[in-house]
């Protein structure tokens, strides 16, 4: 069974549309990030969050908002659907308890806007 | 700014061995990540350094000189399976990891 999972997986939306993504993990972590990857750049991080009462704006954060409903579960809205938000999409997970601090992927969500 | 700069892609022959080179300008360091990525795929935890010098992991090894900003993934004897991308990844003063393009890694038979 995945420890981090995403859905959809796959998503063509419309410019204007709302959309969103959702995460779930079974892995007991409080560390939640959501990142976006695009050809030829690194991953860009969206949001994070800490605790269910911890939400922090990334590197990316304008046209995007999220809501942690609970420790195991941190969903991504796309308000206004834009083609430059097209992307491969990926939620993310760490323990804060872990002295490396490495964090677990999802499988990803594949987002086209036309 | 903040900077992590590895070569876009390399290819190698299956058996060999193969140096992967990052080099990072950060606001402040906490440790450095490698990471692999199959096309379509989730990235997945190579290695983490924080202190100079090598740590080795089976086929893999990873190196850091922070004094250089410089680190390197060692992969020895290469099999198909390693065709993938590899993505460095630093850990700011914020606790927050600045990714790099990633490396394509081509593995010819």
């Known amino acids: 069974d995945a420890d981090v999972t995403q859905t959809p997986r796959n998503r063509i939306t419309k410019t204007g549309k709302r959309i969103m993504l959702e995460c779930s993990q079974t892995k007991g972590h409080d560390r939640m990030y959501w990142y976006r990857q695009d050809p030829g750049l690194g991953l860009r991080l969206i949001y994070y969050?800490?605790?269910?009462?911890?939400?922090n704006k990334g590197e990316i954060s304008d046209g995007y908002s999220v809501s942690r409903q609970a420790q195991a579960k941190f969903s991504l809205s796309l308000e206004s659907a834009i083609p430059n938000q097209t992307a491969l999409y990926f939620c993310?997970?760490?323990?804060?308890?872990?002295?490396?601090?490495?964090?677990?992927f999802g499988p990803g969500t594949r987002l086209t806007v036309l | 700014g903040q900077n992590i700069d590895q070569p876009t892609e390399m290819t190698a022959t299956e058996g060999a061995i193969v140096q992967i080179n990052c080099t990072y300008q950060?606001?402040?360091?906490?440790?450095l990540f490698w990471y692999q990525q199959h096309a379509g795929e989730a990235p997945t935890f190579l290695s983490y350094?924080?202190l100079d010098g090598l740590e080795e992991k089976g086929r893999f090894s990873s190196f850091l000189s922070r004094s250089k900003g410089y680190s390197y993934l060692l992969l020895k004897e290469l099999q198909m399976k390693d065709s993938a991308s590899y993505l460095c990844?630093?850990?700011?003063?914020?606790?927050?990891?600045?990714w790099g393009a990633g490396t394509k890694l081509i593995i010819k038979p």
């Open positions: 350094n924080v």
């Open positions: 990844a630093v850990r700011d003063s914020n606790y927050q990891l600045i």
């Open positions: 950060t606001s402040g360091f906490n440790g």
């Open positions: 969050s800490f605790d269910v009462k911890d939400i």
């Open positions: 993310a997970t760490s323990d804060l308890g872990q002295d490396s601090g490495e964090q677990f």
